[in-house]
C-alpha cells in the first residue's frame, strides 16, 4: 500500500513538472525572449541608419546613437556597443573628420578585441591606418598594418592578406619608397592569383607599374602594363582598359618613345567616346597635344588643345546645371532624413517601454506560479519523507540480518581459500619470472644478430663495389696510361732520326700534352680515390677563400680551354669564405671545371658565381655545353651516389676516367658540404656546391 502512494505522489510530481515546462514555453517570458532575438535583427539596421544620418549631418545622429549604447549597456551587449562605435567612426572617416574618427575606432578597438571576429579587428586597424596616414603618422601607419597583416596571416584571411598587402604598396608609394612599395604588391599579387579575382590583379599589376615608372624602370612598367592589358581584354571591361592603354601612353611617354606613346593614348581617347567619359577624353586631348608638342607639330598640337578646352567649357556649364538641381534634392533629402530620424526614436523609445513593462508583468506572474509550485512541492516532500523514513527503515533491518548471514558464509570461504591462494601466488611469480628472463634473453640475441647481419651486408656491399670499381680502374688504367706512354716513345724515335718537320712538332708536342694531362688527371684522382678506399684521407678543415682557390684552378686550366677557345668567367668575390680542406676543394672545382669544358663546344662559356645560402655558401659552375640526360641528373642527385660511372666522351671526344664526379660527392660530403647538379640536354649544366661559410 506504501509503495501504491509513493508511485502516485512521484507521477503527480513528474506531471505538474511537465505542466509547467508547457506553460513557460506559452507565457510573455517565451515571447519576450523571441522578441528580444529580433530586435538584434533591428538594431543592425539602425547602426547603418546611425551611419548614414553622421555622414549628412543630421542634428539627430547623436541622440540615435546615445538611444543605441543605452540599449546594449542595458543587454551587456558589448559587442553591439563596439559596432556603433565602428559604425560611427567609418562616418566621420567619410566626412575627413580624422580626429573625430580615431577615437571612435580607438574605442572600438579595445572591445572588438574581446567580442569580435578577427576580420572585423583588421578593417578598424585598416581604417586607423587609413587615418594615420592622413596625420603623415608614418610610424603607427606601419604598426596597424603590420598588426592587421599578422591576424590575416594568423587565421589564414586570403582576402585581407591581399588587401592589407595592398595597403602597405600604397603607404611606401606615398613615401616614394617605390622599392618597398613593389615588394608588397608582388605579395599582394601572389595571393591573390589564388584566391583573388583578375580585377584585383590588373588593379595590382597597374600600381606596381606606377611605382616602376617612379623609379624610371620604364622597359619593366611597359611588361607589367602589357600583362594587365591581356587580362583587361580577357575580362571585356572599358573601364581598365581605358586607364591601362593610358598608363602604357604615359609611360612611353616619360621613356621619349612618343611614337608608342601617340598609338596608345590615341586608341584609349577612341574607347573613352563609347563610354559617354568628356572627363577622360579632355585628358587624352591633352596629352596627345604634349606629344605633338614635343614632336615639334605645333599645329596639331593646337587643334588638340582647342578640342579640350572645348570638351571642358562643356562640362563646366552642364555642372553648374546639376548642381543648382542637386542643392535642391539635397534640401529635399534632409528634411526627409530629419522625419525619419525622428520616427526612428520615438519608435525606439516606445519599443523599449513596452518591453519594459512586458518583462515586469511576466516577471510578477513566474513569481507567483513559483511561489505556489513551490508551495505544493513542499508538501509532497513532507508526506514523501514520512513514507521514505518508514520504508527505510524496515529495509535496513532487513538488510542488517542479510548482510550478518553473507559474512559468515564469507568468512567460512575466505579461510578455505586463503591457503590455496598463497602457493598459487608464489607459484605464478616464479613462472612470469623465468618467461621474462627468456624473453630478455631472446631479444638481446636478436638485436645483436641483426646488427651483425646489417654490418654484414653493408660490407658486402662496399666489398662488391669496390672490386667493380677495382676492375674498372685497371682496364682503364692499362688502355689509358699505355696509349700516352707509347706515344712519348714513338716521338723519341721520330725525334733520334731528326726526320720530323718544325709544323709537325708542334702538332706532335699539342697532342703529348693533351695526353699527359689526361694521364695526370687520371692518375691524381686514382691516387685519392685509392686514399679513400684505404681510409688514410681525412679532411683538414680551415678558412679557405674561395676567390684564391678559384683563380688557382682557373689558372691551371686556361691552356685546356683554350684549345677550344672556351671562356672561364670567374665572377666570385675577394674574402668569399667558407669552411674546407683545401686540397679536396682544388680537386672537387678542377674535375668540375674540366667536365664542364670537356662537354662544352667550342668557343663556348663556362661561369663561377657564389651566392650566400643561410648559414652556407653556394658555389655555381655552369657551362652552356651538351648537358646531361634526365637519367644522368638522377643518379648524381641520389644521395647514395658514391659508385663508378662509365665516362662520356666530350665535344671533342676528350676522354674522361670516370672517377671525377665520384670523387667530388665523396669529398664534398667530407666537408660537410652538399652538390647537386640542374641539366637539360643541348642546353648546358649547372653544378651547385654548398659548403658552411666562415662562423664570425
Known amino acids: 500500500m506504501y509503495l501504491k502512494f509513493f508511485c502516485s505522489i512521484i507521477f503527480l510530481i513528474c506531471v505538474n513538472n511537465l505542466f509547467a515546462q508547457t506553460t513557460l514555453q506559452k507565457d510573455s517570458v517565451y515571447h519576450s525572449i523571441q522578441a528580444l532575438k529580433n530586435e538584434s535583427v533591428r538594431t543592425e539596421r539602425l547602426i547603418e541608419y546611425l551611419s548614414k544620418l553622421i555622414v549628412k549631418k543630421s542634428p539627430h545622429a547623436n541622440d540615435l546613437k ?49 567580442y569580435g571576429s578577427p576580420k572585423q579587428i583588421i578593417g578598424i586597424y585598416q581604417d586607423l591606418a587609413w587615418i594615420q596616414i ?46 618597398n612599395s613593389i615588394t608588397c604588391y608582388n605579395k599582394a599579387l601572389i595571393v591573390n592569383k589564388k584566391y583573388g579575382t583578375l580585377f584585383g590583379q590588373i588593379n595590382i599589376l597597374t600600381k606596381t607599374a606606377e611605382s616602376q615608372r617612379h623609379l624610371k624602370q620604364y622597359g619593366e612598367a611597359l611588361k607589367t602594363l602589357f600583362r594587365a592589358k591581356k587580362m583587361s581584354d580577357s575580362v571585356g571591361n572599358n573601364y581598365y582598359r581605358q586607364t591601362i592603354l593610358q598608363h602604357i601612353g604615359e609611360t612611353a611617354f616619360d621613356n621619349n618613345d612618343y611614337k608608342t606613346a601617340e598609338t596608345y593614348i590615341r586608341e584609349a581617347y577612341q574607347s573613352s567616346k563609347t563610354n559617354q567619359e568628356p572627363v577622360l577624353r579632355a585628358t587624352f586631348l591633352t596629352r596627345l597635344k604634349k606629344i605633338y608638342t614635343k614632336k615639334g607639330d605645333y599645329k596639331t598640337a593646337l587643334l588638340y588643345a582647342d578640342s579640350s578646352e572645348k570638351i571642358t567649357d562643356g562640362l563646366f556649364v552642364k555642372e553648374k546645371t546639376e548642381l543648382s538641381g542637386e542643392a535642391e534634392a539635397k534640401y529635399q533629402g534632409a528634411l526627409k532624413d530629419d522625419k525619419l530620424a525622428n520616427q526612428a526614436l520615438l519608435s525606439l523609445r516606445q519599443n523599449q517601454e513596452i518591453q519594459s513593462k512586458k518583462y515586469q508583468l511576466a516577471l510578477f506572474k513566474k513569481e507567483n506560479e513559483i511561489a505556489a509550485l513551490a508551495l505544493s512541492h513542499k508538501q509532497y516532500q513532507l508526506t514523501n519523507q514520512e513514507i521514505t523514513q518508514t520504508a527505510l527503515r524496515e529495509k535496513q533491518s532487513l538488510l542488517f540480518k542479510l548482510n550478518n548471514q553473507n559474512k559468515d558464509r564469507r568468512i567460512a570461504g575466505q579461510q578455505v581459500l586463503i591457503g590455496s591462494n598463497k602457493m598459487t601466488k608464489l607459484l605464478l611469480i616464479i613462472i612470469l619470472e623465468s618467461v621474462l628472463l627468456v624473453a630478455v634473453f631472446l631479444f638481446y640475441n636478436y638485436n645483436k644478430t641483426k646488427k651483425l647481419n646489417n654490418i654484414i651486408s653493408a660490407q658486402k656491399a662496399d666489398l662488391e663495389t669496390a672490386g667493380k670499381v677495382k676492375d674498372h680502374l685497371f682496364s682503364v688504367v692499362s688502355h ?29 708536342f699539342a697532342e703529348i700534352k693533351g695526353s699527359l694531362n689526361h694521364t695526370y688527371v687520371l692518375i691524381e684522382n686514382l691516387l685519392n680515390w685509392a686514399s679513400g678506399q684505404m681510409q688514410v684521407l681525412k679532411p683538414v678543415k680551415q678558412e679557405v677563400d674561395m676567390s684564391v682557390v678559384t683563380r688557382d684552378v682557373v689558372e691551371s686550366l686556361n691552356d685546356f680551354a683554350s684549345i677550344k677557345n672556351i671562356t672561364l668567367e670567374n665572377n666570385i668575390s675577394p674574402r668569399t669564405l667558407v669552411i674546407a680542406d683545401i686540397n679536396m676543394i682544388q680537386v672537387v672545382l678542377r674535375n668540375l671545371i674540366t667536365n664542364a669544358i670537356k662537354f662544352t663546344h667550342d668557343n663556348g662559356l663556362v661561369t663561377l658565381n657564389a651566392e650566400t645560402n643561410g648559414p652556407d655558401i653556394k658555389l655555381i659552375i655552369k657551362d652552356n655545353g651538351i648537358g646531361m640526360s634526365q637519367r644522368q641528373v638522377k643518379e648524381f642527385n641520389t644521395d647514395g651516389y658514391l659508385q663508378f660511372v662509365e665516362s662520356t666522351p666530350g665535344t671533342n671526344k676528350e676522354k674522361g676516367t670516370g672517377l671525377g664526379l665520384m670523387l667530388s660527392k665523396n669529398f664534398t660530403k667530407l666537408m660537410n658540404g652538399a652538390i647537386y647538379v640542374e641539366s637539360e640536354p643541348n642546353t648546358g649544366s649547372t653544378f651547385f656546391l654548398t659548403l658552411p661559410k666562415r662562423i664570425n
Open 134 to 179: 592622413q596625420f603623415r603618422d608614418n610610424k603607427k601607419t606601419g604598426e596597424y598594418l603590420s598588426k592587421a597583416l599578422d591576424l590575416a596571416i594568423k587565421y589564414d584571411l586570403k582576402d585581407k592578406e591581399e588587401d592589407v598587402n595592398g595597403m602597405f604598396g600604397d603607404f611606401y608609394s606615398d613615401q616614394s619608397k617605390f622599392d
Open 66 to 114: 546615445q538611444e543605441l549604447l543605452t540599449w546594449a549597456h542595458h543587454q551587456h551587449d558589448s559587442l553591439t556597443i563596439a559596432k556603433v562605435l565602428s559604425a560611427s567612426g567609418f562616418a566621420y572617416l567619410s566626412l575627413g573628420e580624422f580626429r573625430q574618427a580615431e577615437g571612435e575606432y580607438t574605442s572600438a578597438l579595445l572591445l572588438m578585441k574581446k
Open 480 to 508: 689509358d696510361m699505355r696509349a700516352p706512354i707509347n706515344t712519348l716513345i714513338a716521338f723519341t724515335q721520330l725525334l733520334e732520326y731528326d726526320d720530323v718537320s718544325a709544323d709537325n712538332k708542334t702538332k706532335y
